[in-house]
């Protein structure tokens, strides 16, 4: 997957700001982050990549 990289910046970016603007606490940042790192070590993580590599190309096919 070529836009794995960016999708974490964005993705990096959009915890980064409900901690700064929301009032994220950094313990539910960091929950955040290791249940997504968990959820991609299941069995559920291509089906996930494919949902999301399918809903990229839709948006830059626009």
């Known amino acids: 997957m070529e836009i ?3 999708i974490v ?3 990096g970016a959009v915890v980064f700001l409900a901690w700064r603007y929301l009032r994220l606490s ?3 940042a960091l929950a955040c982050m290791l249940f997504g790192f ?3 070590a299941t069995a559920a993580a291509p089906a996930i990549r494919t949902a999301v590599n ?4 839709w948006l ?3």
């Open 4 to 6: 794995s990289i960016p």
């Open 9 to 11: 910046l964005i993705l």
């Open 26 to 28: 950094l313990w539910q």
């Open 38 to 40: 968990l959820l991609a």
């Open 54 to 57: 399918a809903a990229l190309r």
């Open 60 to 62: 830059t096919n626009l």
